[in-house]
């Protein structure tokens, strides 16, 4: 059990707590779930001709105090919400430290029994991602050109194993952020028994849109619809 749990509740600094922890969670999710978004909307420009997406990469890296300070803010994000991801398990496990004869999952969605494992699936694809589109370091499907950005992105998804763990991070994303985005508003003390199961739904949809959006590139690639020029 961990210190903070034995100290009286009045000598505890917000994020000691539960509830504190929760938050974190909350906020740092939601700062992750707008990259995401944004940066779907970024990567769907693929479908455009060629110069668009380059273009925007180009407008990207010409403001490097922006560029820079959005990184470091993702990389706080990150590392707040693997600290509270961790720190709740472990509150979780000091409060029945004798599991289960026989666990029942009524309560609970795959999605939520599946949340300890996928964030650290999706972490391993961000930093592969970053390796493969980002750096250039990894990447199988031919020379690597930071100029353009159409060509990396169509002949890295024609390497297939690359394209097929695409695939699956982003499945698991779906999973995740469906339950983090309804989740979140609990956290956050939104939580009725009329606006709860509504913001579910709101949660799965936007949840499988994003998805499908990521997915849609790779596919459209394996697919010849996109070609590198």
Not at 39 to 63: D, M
Not at 98 to 110: A, E, F, G
Not at 177 to 191: E, T
């Amino acid at each position: 059990m961990s210190a903070a749990a034995n100290l009286p509740l009045a000598q505890l600094r917000f994020w000691e707590t539960t509830i504190g922890k929760k938050a974190i969670m909350a906020v740092t999710g939601f700062i992750l779930f707008g990259f995401v978004v944004g940066h779907l909307l970024g990567n769907l420009q693929i479908y455009l001709p060629p110069e668009k997406i380059n273009h925007y990469s180009e407008a990207l890296r010409s403001v490097p105090v922006l560029l820079w300070g959005a990184r470091i803010t993702l990389l706080v994000s990150v590392c707040l919400h693997i600290w509270a991801s961790f720190a709740l398990w472990m509150l979780q496990r000091a409060a029945r430290p004798i599991p289960y004869v026989k666990k029942s999952n009524v309560h609970s969605t795959y999605a939520s029994r599946t949340m300890m494992w996928s964030g650290p699936i999706i972490l391993a694809f961000v930093i592969f991602h970053l390796l493969h589109f980002t750096f250039g370091v990894v990447h199988p499907g031919g020379p690597f050109d930071e100029h353009n950005v159409y060509n990396n992105v169509v002949t890295g998804f024609q390497f297939w194993p690359a394209s097929l763990f695409y695939i699956i991070a982003m499945i698991l994303l779906c999973y995740h952020l469906y339950h983090g985005l309804w989740s979140m508003f609990q956290s956050l003390g939104y939580s009725h028994p009329v606006y709860t199961p509504w913001i579910q739904r709101i949660a799965k949809v936007v949840a499988i849109l994003i998805a499908v959006g990521y997915i849609s590139i790779p596919v459209s690639v394996l697919a010849g619809f996109i070609k590198p020029v």
